[in-house]
Nanobody, 126 residues
């Protein structure tokens, strides 16, 4: 069992930046694949970014590629999402997710993850 707590959301103007954090507790964080997803009102939860064990294996959704960066600090049991050049369409609740994996892989779908945080709101004003 692992518990995830996101933080760092808020209100920002278009073009601005935020860094989300997701602190994990409970079990060995270093063997978990991690992901960030988001859900806007009236829409389904969608993939944003994912990372394998050691941080070298990453994937991004096309709509955030070049603007968002996922990273992790296994010593701090924390995964981050740095978001630059934010757009109004990035407005959503952002969730981090974790899954214990037996190899260094990235997971891209909501159904692949067993553990989820409570979410943090990101609002981008135009």
């Amino acid at each position: 069992q692992v518990q995830l707590v996101e933080s760092g959301g808020g209100l920002v103007q278009a073009g601005g930046s935020l860094r989300l954090s997701c602190a994990a507790s409970g079990r060995t964080f270093s063997t978990y694949a991690m992901g960030w997803f988001r859900q806007a009102p009236g829409k389904e939860r969608e993939f944003v970014a994912a990372m394998g064990w050691n941080g070298a294996n990453t994937r991004y959704a096309d709509y955030v590629k070049g603007r968002f960066t996922i990273s992790r600090d296994n010593a701090k049991n924390t995964v981050y999402l740095r978001m630059n050049s934010l757009k109004p369409e990035d407005t959503a609740v952002y969730y981090c997710a974790a899954e214990d994996t037996f190899q260094d892989i990235v997971l891209l779908t909501t159904t692949a993850y067993d553990y989820w945080g409570q979410g943090t709101q990101v609002t981008v004003s135009s």
